[in-house]
């Protein structure tokens, strides 16, 4: 009876084991490249930062905007199945606007060290935050953070221990615990609850809520639900799934602008080429 009984226990622990370590893999896939690539930093005209988390170097790149003097800044955090590599030529008209923008890696992907978690990412994020806030040429009261998919999750929790003048999240879920529970896995074995809803219950600046409407990964109920969760929150829906949504610069722009982190610039200071420009 009693090697039974420790047969169950063992098979128990191993299904129990199983099931976190699956959720781990989906969560954090941390894609093929980079550790022994070469930085795309260099073609960007960026800068790279390395941060020291944990005891482990985990990379940030810094895209400076063509201005001088103190200008606002862009935080970025991308998907899970992705790389800040992916996104260093994406930022052209936010940098041409005059935002600087800032790319945080997450620990385990690219050439970082460490492994990814919620407690991981969200230490890389307030020490990306806090390095940036030491640069004469960031404007610390017009940090922007905008995160997309598992990044919304993770630039949330950021929020929610850093002052921050607006939030865009694209692509984002309530919760990642909310997504993980509709396999059926009870709230005691999720490993990572990414909980965006509770992380900004208390954030009373403006955010900007962007989701594709064929969806399937993270349906758009979820960002109805973060809408309605968010008073005064602005609710834009996308023709588009989730990877495939093109960039709404325009938007985001224009929203910044309107909320007092950027100003359109007067006509005569705006390029002959760019009418409907938006200027940090």
């Known amino acids: 009876m009693a090697i039974a009984m420790l047969a169950v226990l063992v098979g128990a622990l191993l299904v129990v084991a199983a099931i976190h370590g699956l959720q781990v893999w989906a969560t954090f896939p941390s894609p093929p490249a980079a550790a022994g690539r070469p930085s795309a930093v260099n073609d960007a005209d960026g800068e790279t930062l390395w941060l020291e988390v944990g005891g482990d170097r985990v990379e940030a790149w810094l895209l400076?905007?063509?201005?001088?003097?103190?200008?606002?800044?862009?935080?970025?955090?991308?998907?899970?199945?992705?790389?800040?590599?992916?996104?260093?030529?994406e930022?052209?008209?936010?940098?041409?606007?005059?935002?600087?923008?800032?790319?945080?890696?997450?620990?385990?992907?690219?050439?970082?060290?460490?492994r990814a978690s919620e407690a991981t990412i969200t230490a890389t994020l307030l020490a990306a935050y806090d390095r940036v806030l030491l640069d004469p040429r960031v404007d610390?009261?017009?940090i922007v953070g905008y995160?997309?998919?598992?990044?919304?999750?993770?630039?949330?929790?950021?929020a929610a221990h850093r002052p921050m003048a607006a939030l865009v999240l694209?692509?984002?879920?309530t919760s990642l615990a909310d997504i993980v529970r509709g396999f059926g896995i009870p709230n005691w074995l999720i490993a990572n609850s990414f909980d965006t809803r509770a992380a900004l219950a208390g954030f009373?600046?403006?955010?900007?809520?962007?989701?594709?409407?064929?969806?399937?990964?993270?349906?758009?109920?979820?960002a109805e639900a973060l809408r309605q969760a968010l008073?005064?929150?602005?609710l834009k829906l996308l023709d588009c799934g989730h990877n495939d949504c093109p960039r709404q610069w325009e938007l985001v722009l224009g929203f910044l602008a309107r909320n007092g982190v950027c100003s359109k610039p007067d006509k005569e200071s705006r390029h002959e080429n760019s009418r409907d420009s938006v200027g940090c």
Request: a positive charge; hydrophobic letters at 40%.
């Open 64 to 89: 400076p905007a063509p201005v001088s003097g103190a200008a606002p800044l862009l935080m970025f955090t991308h998907g899970n199945g992705e790389l800040i590599d992916y996104w260093a030529n």
């Open 91 to 114: 930022f052209t008209l936010v940098r041409a606007a005059g935002m600087h923008v800032l790319l945080v890696e997450y620990p385990g992907y690219g050439r970082s060290r460490g």
């Open 140 to 142: 610390a009261g017009r």
């Open 147 to 158: 995160g997309r998919s598992l990044g919304g999750g993770a630039i949330a929790q950021l």
């Open 170 to 173: 694209e692509s984002t879920f």
């Open 204 to 222: 009373n600046r403006p955010v900007l809520l962007l989701h594709g409407t064929r969806d399937s990964q993270i349906p758009a109920s979820h």
């Open 231 to 234: 008073p005064g929150s602005t």
